[in-house]
Nanobody
Framework: QVHLVESGGGLVQAGGSLRLSCAASGRTLSNYAIAWFRQAPGKEREFVAAITWDTGGTFYADSAKGRFTISRDNAKNTMYLQMASLKPEDTAVYYC?????????????????WGQGTQVTVSS
C-alpha cells in the first residue's frame, strides 16, 4: 500500500520561504512522476509543479515559476517543494501526488496516490 506523508507547512510572513517534504512508502518515487497541487479555501485544487520519472523534466504553474522548485531525493524516497518569495495568495493546503500521467502532468486525475495535505499560511 502506498502512503505519502507531507510535512513542512506552517505560518510564514510574505517574502519568506518554506520547504515542503513528502515522504513515500510502498512506491519507489523515482519510477513515477511526482507533483504538488494546492487548494485554497473555496477554490478548486490547482497544479503547482511536477517532475517526470524518466527525463527529470519539470513543469510549473505560472504562479510558481521562478519562486518554487520541485525536487526529489531518490535515496530517501522523498520529494520536496522549495518555496521562496511567498505571497499571501500562496496560502493553501498543499498536496503531493504520484502517478504515471498519460495526457498531462498538470491534471489532478493523472495521479493515483495523494498525501493528506499540509497547510501553508502566508501573512501580509
Amino acid at each position: 500500500q502506498v502512503h505519502l506523508v507531507e510535512s513542512g507547512g506552517g505560518l510564514v510572513q510574505a517574502g519568506g520561504s518554506l520547504r515542503l517534504s513528502c515522504a513515500a512508502s510502498g512506491r519507489t518515487l523515482s519510477n513515477y512522476a511526482i507533483a504538488w497541487f494546492r487548494q485554497a479555501p473555496g477554490k478548486e485544487r490547482e497544479f503547482v509543479a511536477a517532475i517526470t520519472w524518466d527525463t527529470g523534466g519539470t513543469f510549473y504553474a505560472d504562479s510558481a515559476k521562478g519562486r518554487f522548485t520541485i525536487s526529489r531525493d531518490n535515496a530517501k524516497n522523498t520529494m520536496y517543494l522549495q518555496m521562496a518569495s511567498l505571497k499571501p495568495e500562496d496560502t493553501a493546503v498543499y498536496y503531493c501526488g504520484t502517478g504515471r500521467p498519460v495526457s498531462s502532468f498538470r491534471r489532478e486525475s493523472e495521479y493515483d496516490y495523494w498525501g493528506q495535505g499540509t497547510q501553508v499560511t502566508v501573512s501580509s
